[in-house]
């Protein structure tokens, strides 16, 4: 074990630490912002993992104590160590800046959310290792992974990302969160500082929940507007899975076209403009991730993950597969030399006069001779076939027509009658009565006309 640092030590560096405090967390490097807090903290290094564990609790709670709240804002309240080891584990602490009083609601609420975020299994969410209270504080501790550094540190190396990393940063990113809003969880204040990598590709988001965790402490949770916070949180609203939506469209946007969303009378801007890689559907789903209407988002982080794989169809490549390797067939075993025969003597060629013609060659029966062709039949002669009527009907060869039978009608149409009698009865009509004759030059001579 190291020598524990003096109290003079301890209190220089907390005075350090208080100087070189800003409204983001510190002036100095993460590194040496670290071990400041070991000095200040007063803990001995251990090599023993609970111990390690301890002693980066305690200073995460002297940075705490000597920043204030600024400690709990962005990345600064993070700070990050190694367990002990050569392949020790890197962990995180975060101190929780309130206090819960037990057997009360929000207590209750408090560790329903813990439990969920221990129950949390995805390669890309940070883990949470431990969650406890200390010197009446709440921590919480996550694992990292080896080796990763924030995006933060990877932009300002460079310009614009290759199309293929940059999109399986996103994808990767947005499946984590997307197994994180299946569970009711979300993230509230994604950024590049809470997106880490490392130099095999292995993508790692940390402080999923947390922002719900604060805000069932009652702790008010700044504004700070950045190029990643959505219109509505600015304006005051809470977060929600589709303020995740919007961080990863703007997080993929900036490592697409270098610079934050950029909007023209309200419109975005293609990322295609600023960099022409770029393909037509993949400037769709940044449109619609970036929509400053929260309901015309993508509800989850699973369905953007879902549009970036279909978007990715448009391209040359696969987004979120490995190329599988082809293993090379095994080369075949080289043949042995064969051992230097003695070529055989040159035959010599036969005179010309030797050779046979070709009527010798069929003398000598060197080809089968051909089958004989069979004899054609005469055809008979026409004049002596028979006629064919007269034939057949001499030759009896259909046998006559049987006579048709004679019917007597007479009864037949006696007995047709009498039905018809019988069925349609006669109908006697009667005589319709004379009709008068008029006398019409009587009539006249007794009423001339004109008078």
Same mark, same amino acid.
């Given at each position: 074990m190291s020598k524990k640092p003096s109290s003079f030590q301890a209190r220089l560096a907390r005075a350090i630490l208080a100087l070189t405090a800003t409204q983001d967390g510190s002036l100095l490097s993460p590194e040496t912002t670290l071990w400041l807090a070991q000095v200040a903290s007063g803990a001995r290094t251990s090599r023993a993992p609970r111990e390690a564990r301890r002693a980066l609790v305690q200073q995460a709670l002297a940075l705490y104590r000597?920043?204030?709240?600024?400690?709990?804002?962005?990345?600064?309240?993070?700070?990050?160590?190694?367990?002990?080891?050569?392949?020790? *584990?890197?962990? /995180? @602490?975060?101190?929780?800046?309130?206090?819960?009083?037990? $057997? *009360?609601?929000? /207590? @209750?609420?408090?560790?329903?959310?813990?439990?969920?975020? $221990?129950?949390?299994?995805?390669?890309?969410?940070?883990?949470?290792?431990e969650a406890g209270e200390e010197d009446g504080l709440l921590y919480l501790l996550v694992r990292m992974v080896d080796g990763a550094k924030p995006l933060t540190e990877r932009l300002r190396k460079g310009g614009p990302w290759e199309l293929k990393d940059a999109t399986n940063v996103a994808l990767k990113a947005a499946e984590a969160l997307g197994h994180a809003h299946e569970q009711g969880l979300f993230h509230g204040s994604l950024g590049s500082d809470q997106v880490f990598i490392n130099d095999k590709g292995q993508v790692m988001v940390r402080g999923v929940g947390l922002s719900q965790l604060l805000q069932v402490l009652g702790v008010a949770v700044p504004r700070v507007r950045t190029l990643f916070t959505p219109p509505e949180v600015v304006a005051g609203a809470n977060p929600d899975a589709r303020s995740d939506v919007y961080a990863l469209g703007a997080l993929l946007y900036l490592l697409l076209a270098r610079r934050g969303p950029a909007r023209d009378a309200g419109v975005l801007i293609p990322a295609s403009r600023f960099n022409p890689a770029v393909w037509p559907a993949l400037d769709q789903v940044l449109e619609n991730a970036l929509s400053l209407y929260p309901d015309q988002r993508f509800a989850t982080a699973r369905d953007f993950a879902w549009a970036l794989r279909l978007a990715s169809r448009e391209a040359q490549y696969e987004i979120g597969r490995e190329p599988k390797r082809v293993r090379a067939a095994p080369a075949a075993p080289k043949a042995a030399k064969p051992s230097p025969v003695a070529m055989p003597a040159e035959a010599a060629m036969p005179e010309k006069a030797a050779m046979p013609i070709s009527a010798e060659i069929g003398r000598e029966d060197i080809f089968p001779a051909p089958a004989p062709m069979p004899e054609i039949v005469p055809m008979p002669d026409m004049a002596a076939?028979?006629?064919?009527?007269?034939?057949?009907?001499?030759?009896?060869?259909?046998?006559?027509?049987?006579?048709?039978?004679?019917?007597?009608?007479?009864?037949?149409?006696?007995?047709?009658?009498?039905?018809?009698?019988?069925?349609?009865?006669?109908?006697e009509i009667p005589q319709s009565p004379p009709i008068p004759e008029i006398d019409w030059e009587g009539l006249l001579a007794l009423q001339p006309i004109g008078n």
């Open positions: 000597i920043l204030g709240e600024r400690s709990g804002a962005g990345s600064s309240g993070w700070i990050q160590t190694r367990e002990p080891g050569t392949k020790g *584990t890197p962990i /995180a @602490a975060r101190v929780l800046p309130q206090r819960i009083k037990a $057997r *009360t609601e929000a /207590a @209750a609420t408090y560790r329903q959310l813990l439990s969920i975020v $221990r129950r949390l299994n995805h390669p890309s969410l940070a883990p949470l290792v076939m028979p006629v064919i009527t007269g034939a057949i009907l001499a030759a009896d060869i259909f046998p006559t027509a049987a006579p048709m039978p004679q019917v007597d009608t007479v009864p037949l149409q006696a007995t047709a009658l009498t039905l018809r009698a019988l069925m349609m009865p006669t109908l």
